[in-house]
């Protein structure tokens, strides 16, 4: 195997500031940056050093922190240096050290490095990123667990036992004589019921994981004049849209990005439904469906005095929709719910922590705890495949006692699991993670 390159990056925000922080990563480090700056320090002390360029001058003053692998981030040996905040100070130290043999990092390959020398699994490393990338103190603290190892260990040991109970069916499957009574007893299909059962439950966890770091997309829609621009201005706090008693103000597709408990969600406020009656007002009810069939959930607006409205025709039957009768103020009545129906007035603010509830409980995230942890899209479609496949196995011992097909469904799905955690995962998908990373991450 060739020796890997010795890495450099800026591991601070670009632009101006107090200090900026300069990283290496590789079997040079120490090396490169004793010529940059002198004598080094003991790996884990710091020092003031003189940094200079190749002719002797000084470029900053600094401290120099040293990391001896593979008791390090990446595995490696690592240098960080601290100079002043200075772009030009940066790059004329960035230059000097690649003139000395290093190479600027690609985004995200100081991470990468620390998943291939085994200091992270991929979805810590994933965690890195949303922490960093974190908008609400719920979604860092969530992704602060997935860094820590809560996320992956529940995948790994849920990987271990779907393999151990594969172990115990091809066992019975090497004995014929004894297969179909082994088979039958019961406890294989109990065992794999329990083991559907937690993986359900991660998937749904992992979901609510996946909306802290993604946010939430929800489409207010509903007739003219029901109160949905008014809904988008009193949940941004702020008017974003025109509010009017004109049926049809709102003609295209208005988007707020807001926090609803902590949660990142965008508003997508969209034209009444109705029979249009121009082309303008057209194209303004099929966008308001696109918005609709794109959105996680729905927000239905109906005026309380409209008995007769009902959800939109054709809403796809797994789409989440929250009907919220508005208006109430003007007949008298109070903030209350119903399942997913809520009654409130927008205009007086009466009624919208009920919704913000409402909200939270759809993605899970209504009673936070120590259980909340990051999660990306790809992590949930893994959890599902590994859930359709042991879905399946179930089904094909259960009704034909084919226990060499629910064999090949534990090995399926444990094989998922670690795509989650990078076991299994193609050097493709590795490079489009990291290439989303930050340089000097």
Known sequence: MSRPDTICAVATPPGRGGVGVI?????????????????????????????????????????VLCFAGPASFTGEDVVEIQTHGSPVVQELILRRLTTLGARRARPGEFSERAFVN???????????????????????????????????AEVTALAEDLTALRVWVEAALDFPDEEVDFLADGEVLERARKLQQRLLDLTHRAEAGRVLTDGLRIAIVGKPNAGKSSLLNALSRRDSAIVTDIPGTTRDV?????????????????????EASDSVER????????????????????????????????????????????????????????????????????????????????VGLDQPGEGEFSARQRHVEALQAALDQLESGIEDLAQAQAGELLAEALRQAADHLGEITGKLTADELLGKIFSSFCIGK
Not at 39 to 55: H, I, K, T
Not at 128 to 148: F, G, H, V, Y
Not at 254 to 274: H, N, Q
Request: proline fraction near 5%.
């Open 283 to 362: 194209e303004g009810v099929r966008r308001a469906e696109r918005e609709m069939h794109q959105a996680d959930l729905l927000f239905w607006v109906v005026d309380v005095r409209d008995q007769a409205s009902h959800p939109p025709p054709g809403l796809p039957d797994d789409l989440p929709c929250l009907a919220i009768y508005n208006k109430i103020d003007l007949v008298g009545q109070s903030a209350r719910r119903k399942g997913d129906c809520l009654y409130l007035s927008v205009l007086n603010n009466d009624g919208l922590d009920l919704l913000e509830q409402a909200v939270l409980e759809h």
């Open 118 to 152: 085994d200091r992270l699994d991929l979805a810590q490393a994933e965690a890195i990123a949303d922490l960093i990338a974190a908008s609400s103190e719920q979604a860092a603290r969530a992704a602060t667990r997935s860094l820590e190892g809560r996320f992956s």
């Open 254 to 274: 208005l988007r707020e990005t807001v926090s609803i408990a902590g949660l990142p969600v965008t508003l997508a406020d969209t034209a009444g439904l109705r």
């Open 23 to 63: 990283r290496l990563s590789g079997p040079d480090s120490f090396d490169l940056v004793g010529q940059l700056a002198g004598r080094l320090p003991e790996p884990g002390r710091f020092a003031l050093r003189s940094l200079r360029d190749d002719q002797g001058a000084l470029i900053d003053a600094g401290l």
